[in-house]
């Protein structure tokens, strides 16, 4: 049964990163694309297959944090955390790094699996912007990889990088976010009371955090998908 | 499984969570995270040109300045619809010329296996004729318009839009995103329904939802676009024509933005009350699409949706329509029953029985409204040939038509119910059979007012 | 130029930088302006006014953001030398 079951693939990133046109390009799909804001409003799901597996991808919602402040927030976060996608794909805006990087950095503190996609670069490139990925990938701990999905640039690289994180040759050390002294102090105390609960399903800093910033929502959908049955991995209900 | 012991863990949580927690705690973090992003950027990219950043920000001193904004957006909608309606007539007839040859050898196969004369009418004066109709006027100016479209679209163009008009919608007491999920409404208003998820506020997505409709789709385009070239630009050049066309066309879309905008207030200070809320709006840098990939995604698109709803729905209603026109009760057909009760009311507002039976047939799908009230103008109850324009307006100027007529039918077209799929929609949206009768109630009460009014006004003066 | 005073971001002129001092908004839409790099000591510029005046767009992390004043005037900072812009 191993055998038959897909693997999962999420795109995340900020509205507007190029995410569907990359979903568009893996899958041969069309998404509808444009240069606007919230467009993708529903989470789209696609499937294709590269050396002799079968890969499914979710368009998620673009958003630019995951503290789930709205609706597309949280929809793409409970995708993340709860769906567990084998590998997390973060498109960032290659002309507006700085500002995409905090969704990334908000990903990999749930989530090992990710992959960071470098997307416009040939924009990047007209505007003269120079990014030197490997030193990112050396800062960030996960690859990053620089493609243009208009272009179909990069693609064979990212398809790659998926099929050897998924073999397993890729081990990824994600960065991880510093905060001040006492908020680390508090995490210290909490973490622990963290793992009897939710064990290797979520990470326990993560959540600690979520709670101290007064989010109980994450704790509570946790226990009732408890309640409801364990392995249950339905994706299909998720609209 | 969810044992006592679990839950009294969680509780402990919960409370050591909350005692620890601080009021400014999410300030420092997402402020943390910004800085960490920037420590990252900062040694890992270089900026070779700054100068060329500031590219969107000159582009946008032009398109939402003071004194070109407007003037800049108003010109934009005026050449996608002049550029469509010059560009669609050709295809138009020759498309209806090719469903026109085939129609021939139809009726040559129907004779010779000898199909009996209703089945030759159901088949090909019913559905075919509905579908090649729909076909050969729809798609032309849908290939035209949408490209145009997309190109917009993917440019950047739209949210500059909504940051123009934003003041205006702020006023009415709606969201400044109406104006996108607009936008998405000249494509298809059932799909526009769902692009106002992307405003938050219930309330003021419930407005968005509620006068998208008055958005005409591209089901409704080629009804106006046709009647105001048959009767608005008459007796004029070419050219002078097809401007005179887009002019009108463009006033009612126009028009079909202010009763937006008054009904948006309307509602704000009724059903809906309450004032706007939070507000962001992204404007995204300006990106040349890539043009022949876009121009050709959205005129296939387009194409296969429009050739989609083609089969789906005016196959059928060609059918049924003919159907009712066929079946006698009496010496009357069914059709005649409906159209003559209509008919007074359809007076009184400008039109005739003819049209509000169109419409009301035309539930479905905006798209079979038109070929629906040709199919019953034709006594013989089968839909005409479409290769000639003028012999179309023969038609209607037989039937009674002035161009009071056509403009209170463009009106009404404009103003009246969402179509079934809209509807479907607006149900699953909000959940709610209440709201979706409002969607319902609202815009006809809204059409019927209008074109009462229209055609008292006009009538009075006596300009027919 | 450097003034102590603080002044709200519907008041800056276009082409002033701002840095950010305090919000005097809560709930979500604290946390939205957070999340969009409003946060305390960023730098933002006033880059658009709409035509009629308001919304006006800001330039904050790399991004153009269009706030209404309803929002702006409660976002407070002190006007800084704008260091992305050449001199012309
Ligand atoms: N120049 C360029 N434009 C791109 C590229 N990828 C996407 N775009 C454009 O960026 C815009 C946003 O893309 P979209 O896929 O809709 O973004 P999403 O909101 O993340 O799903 C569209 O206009 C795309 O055509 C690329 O690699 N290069
Ligand atoms: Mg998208």
């Known amino acids: ?239 | 499984m969810g044992t006592n012991n679990e839950l009294k863990q969680y509780d402990e949580i919960i409370n050591l969570a909350n005692s620890l927690s601080s009021d400014n705690l999410r300030d420092e973090i997402v402020t943390n995270i910004y800085e960490q992003s920037k420590s990252i950027c900062n040694q890992t990219i270089r900026y070779q040109s700054p100068e060329k950043l500031r590219q969107t920000e000159k582009l946008d001193r032009i398109f939402t300045s003071k004194i070109f904004g407007f003037p800049i957006m108003l010109a934009m909608l005026g050449v996608v619809f002049y550029i469509t309606i010059a560009g669609a007539n050709y295809p138009s007839s020759l498309l209806a010329n090719l469903f026109n040859w085939f129609e021939g050898y139809l009726t040559m196969f129907f004779h010779w296996i000898h199909a009996p004369e209703w089945l030759y009418g159901v088949i090909v004066l019913g559905l075919y004729r509905g579908t090649a109709w729909v076909v050969s006027v729809m798609l032309p100016p849908m290939a035209i318009f949408f490209p145009m479209f997309a190109l917009l679209e993917n440019y950047g163009y739209l949210p500059r839009v909504a940051f123009n008009l934003d003041r205006l919608f702020k006023r009415v007491g709606a969201h400044g995103k109406q104006a996108l999920s607009m936008a998405m409404g000249f494509g298809c208003n059932a799909a526009a329904i769902l692009s106002t998820r992307i405003i938050e506020s219930p309330r003021e997505r419930m407005i968005a939802i509620l006068t998208n409709n008055f958005v005409p789709c591209n089901g409704r385009w080629p009804t106006l676009i046709l009647l105001s070239s048959l009767f608005m630009a008459v007796g004029l050049p070419k050219t002078m024509g097809t401007f005179v066309t887009a002019a009108v066309v463009m006033g009612i879309v126009l028009f079909g933005i202010v009763v937006t905008y008054f009904v948006s207030w309307a509602l704000s200070k009724t059903l809906l009350r309450g004032v706007p809320t939070h507000y962001t709006l992204e404007l995204p840098p300006y990106r040349i699409p890539k043009f022949w990939q876009t121009v050709l995604r959205a005129t296939l698109d387009k194409s296969l949706f429009v050739l989609k709803r083609a089969v789906v729905i005016a196959a059928p209603a060609g059918m049924l329509t003919w159907v009712a026109a066929n079946i006698m009760i009496g010496d009357t057909s069914i059709l005649m029953y409906i159209v003559q009760f209509f008919d007074p009311f359809g007076q009184l507002l400008g039109l005739d029985g003819y049209i509000l039976t169109a419409f009301l047939f035309g539930l479905p799908a905006n798209e079979i409204v038109l070929p629906i009230l040709l199919m019953g103008y034709l006594s013989t109850g089968a839909m005409t040939e479409v290769e000639e324009l003028s012999a179309i307006k023969h038609i209607f100027v037989d039937h009674g038509w002035t161009w009071l007529t056509a403009l209170n039918m463009m009106l009404f077209s404009l103003l009246h119910f969402p179509c079934g799929t809209t509807m479907l929609n607006i149900y699953k949206e909000t959940h709610s059979k209440k709201w979706t009768f409002v969607a319902f109630a609202l815009p006809t009460s809204i059409a019927i007012v209008v074109t009462l009014i229209v055609a008292q006004v006009v009538r009075g003066f006596g300009w027919v | 130029m450097c003034n102590n005073n603080l002044i709200s971001l519907d008041q800056a002129e276009i082409g002033d930088c701002i840095k950010i001092k305090r919000l005097e908004v809560t709930g979500t839409m604290r946390r939205r302006l957070l999340d969009l790099g409003f946060v305390p000591s960023a730098k933002v510029v006033a880059v658009q006014k709409s035509p009629l005046g308001d919304p006006i767009a800001y330039e904050v992390s790399q991004t153009i953001i269009a706030l209404r004043k309803e929002e702006s005037s409660k976002i407070f900072g002190e006007v800084v030398k704008n260091e992305s812009k050449t001199d012309d």
């Open chain 1, 1 to 239: 049964m191993n055998q038959k079951q897909t693997i999962k693939i999420a795109l995340a990133g900020n509205p507007n990163v190029g995410k569907s046109t990359l979903f568009n390009t893996l899958t041969g799909l069309k998404q509808h694309t444009g240069n606007w804001p919230g467009k993708t409003v529903i989470l789209a799901k696609g499937s294709f297959s590269y050396k002799g597996k079968d890969y499914t991808i979710y368009d998620l919602p673009g958003t630019y944090s995951l503290l789930s402040n709205s609706t597309d927030e949280e929809v793409a976060r409970d995708f993340i955390v709860f769906e567990k996608p084998d590998i997390t794909i973060v498109v960032l805006d290659a002309t507006t790094i700085e500002r995409n990087l905090n969704l990334a950095l908000q990903v990999m503190e749930i989530t090992d699996q990710v992959i960071i996609c470098i997307n416009l670069i040939d924009e990047a490139k007209k505007k003269g912007i120079i990014i030197n990925e490997n030193v990112m990938m050396d800062k960030l701990g996960v690859p990053v990889i620089k493609i243009s999905a208009r272009n179909k640039v990069g693609i064979n690289l990212l398809l790659d990088t998926i099929d050897r994180m998924i073999t397993g040759n890729i081990s990824t050390t994600p960065y991880q976010i510093k905060y001040s002294n006492e908020v680390e102090e508090k995490l210290k105390q909490l973490i622990p009371k963290m793992d009897k609960i939710v064990g290797d399903d979520i990470s326990p800093r993560w959540l600690a955090l979520r709670l101290l910033d007064g989010d109980e929502s994450i704790l509570k959908t946790y226990m009732r998908r408890k309640q409801m049955g364990e392995g249950e991995e339905k994706s299909d209900g998720y609209k």
